[in-house]
């Protein structure tokens, strides 16, 4: 059978067909406007911000409080008077109304997208979808500094907590404990505390270290996850230690005449640097273990080879800064060092710089804290505090913001721990009229408070 249509019958279906696809597309359309009125993306700028510390904060959007802050807190006073907002909503479906809420003398209007903002006054961020349903409301909290990040507070943490008589001392940090060592009489005696306490000490005892050990010497050499306690002999012997308490002599093949630590090398290979006496002749010499050395040139003249203070230091994104830093002292002759030293291994051999200062060196104790060298003199019977922001080479006054306490009593032979905590503890040493102090006190800068 032939069916037949006529031409006004085909009009009316096609029409029919088109209208049908038009609704269908309409509400496709409908369908697809976003409920998202979440806000994806976040940041603030301001042509007034000479510091760029607002461009460069990054904001946390808490989807599930409704929050939007900075975790990173911006610099003590900052402030500026207005900025611009950046305000993202989900891929391809913008956000399609902002209404900003401004605390203090409250006021409410819709947001364009380019009218800056009061930076001190903005309270919350209300955004609809494009549904024109879906509304969100985000509370916003600018966390900055309330106290100056370089200011370092002091605390007097304790007090007489070695067994009295207490002649020289020298404390070291070893195996998460702090560890006391010194002369009472003719008996070398320790007293420990856990590093995360400080207040809390108890005696321990010592066996295998001799009474003439010269305890200024005694230090921790970490090796990895190992740390290892050395100590030097007035008979120019080492003695050693793994648990701090109990000690042996090291059978050496050297005389050793000074000890400046673990010397940071860019092979990464662990080696302590030390002067031997090499059939009278001083010179410098590497060793893991004090039995065997390799031993390379003679020392130059003028190197402290007693009473000095060295510490090790390295910056990791600097291929060359790996070095030793050593101030105080004195020569092997007898005379007073004036200078700052900085050793570190070159091509293989140990090469110097010395660097003349108008500091008080002698007497000084060296740290590493906040990345950078620090230095503790001792000027007019009160100790000051310096840093160095270019690898030792010139060194800064710590000023107002880093003093010790007016009770902090002026001493020289202090032991400077710095911990994982980033306090600096400052264990006893003698006064100028040459009484031993005993307390211990801790400081930690504002910006690295946890």
């Given amino acids: 059978m032939i069916l037949k249509y006529s031409y006004q019958t085909v009009s009316i279906l096609l029409w029919t067909l088109i209208l049908s696809s038009c609704l269908k597309s309409g509400q496709n359309e409908i369908s697809e406007r976003s409920h998202d009125a979440q806000i994806y993306s976040f940041s603030m700028t301001s042509s007034k911000d000479t510091t760029r510390a607002l461009s460069g904060t990054r904001f946390s959007i808490d989807q599930i409080n409704k929050k939007i802050f900075n975790q990173d807190s911006l610099p003590y006073l900052f402030h500026v008077d207005s900025i611009k907002l950046q305000i993202r909503g989900v891929g391809n479906y913008p956000i399609s109304r902002i209404v900003i809420t401004l605390r203090d003398k409250d006021s409410v209007y819709n947001w364009n997208g380019k009218d800056s903002i009061s930076f001190k006054r903005l309270k919350s961020i209300e955004t609809t979808a494009q549904d024109g349903k879906t509304v969100r409301l985000y509370e916003f909290n600018a966390n900055i500094h309330q106290q100056n990040p370089y200011i370092l507070n002091w605390s007097l943490i304790a007090q007489n907590q070695l067994i009295a008589p207490v002649d020289k001392q020298k404390t070291i940090l070893h195996d998460g404990k ?32 001799p009474a003439t050990i010269m305890i200024n010497t005694v230090s921790a050499v970490t090796n990895g996850a190992a740390s290892t306690i050395y100590a030097q002999n007035t008979d120019n012997s080492v ?30 290979e662990f080696a302590i640097l030390t002067v031997v006496n090499d059939a009278g002749t001083l010179k410098f010499a590497l060793t893991k273990d004090f039995i065997t050395f390799v031993v390379k040139g003679n020392i130059p003249d003028g190197l402290p080879v007693t009473d000095f203070s060295a510490v090790n230091w390295e910056n990791a994104t600097v291929f060359g800064a790996k070095q030793i830093i050593i101030s105080g002292g004195k020569d092997n002759k007898g005379i007073l060092n004036d200078k700052l030293w900085i050793l570190k291994e070159q091509n293989g051999e140990i090469v110097e710089l010395k660097i003349p200062s108008n500091i008080s060196l002698q007497q000084s104790q060296l740290f590493i804290y906040d990345q950078k060298p620090y230095l503790m003199t001792y000027e007019a019977g009160k100790n000051k505090l310096y840093y160095s922001e270019n690898y030792g080479l010139n060194w800064i006054s710590g000023g107002t913001n880093q003093t010790l306490p007016n009770n902090f009593e002026g001493r020289i032979h ?37």
């Fill in 178 to 209: 702090f560890v006391t060592y010194y002369k009472s009489g003719t008996t070398i005696k320790a007293s420990t505390s856990s590093t995360s306490d400080g207040k809390s000490w108890a005696p321990a005892t010592v066996s295998g270290l």
């Fill in 414 to 450: 202090a032991s400077i721990i710095t911990d994982s905590n980033n306090f600096i503890w400052i264990f006893g040493g003698e006064s100028g009229t040459q009484i031993q102090i005993v307390d211990a006190w801790r400081g930690r800068l504002n910006k690295l408070a946890k």
């Fill in 239 to 268: 003695y050693t230690s793994t648990d701090g308490l109990i000690w042996s002599k090291v059978t050496s093949g050297y005389p050793i005449t000074a000890i400046y630590g673990k010397l940071p090398s860019t092979s990464g």
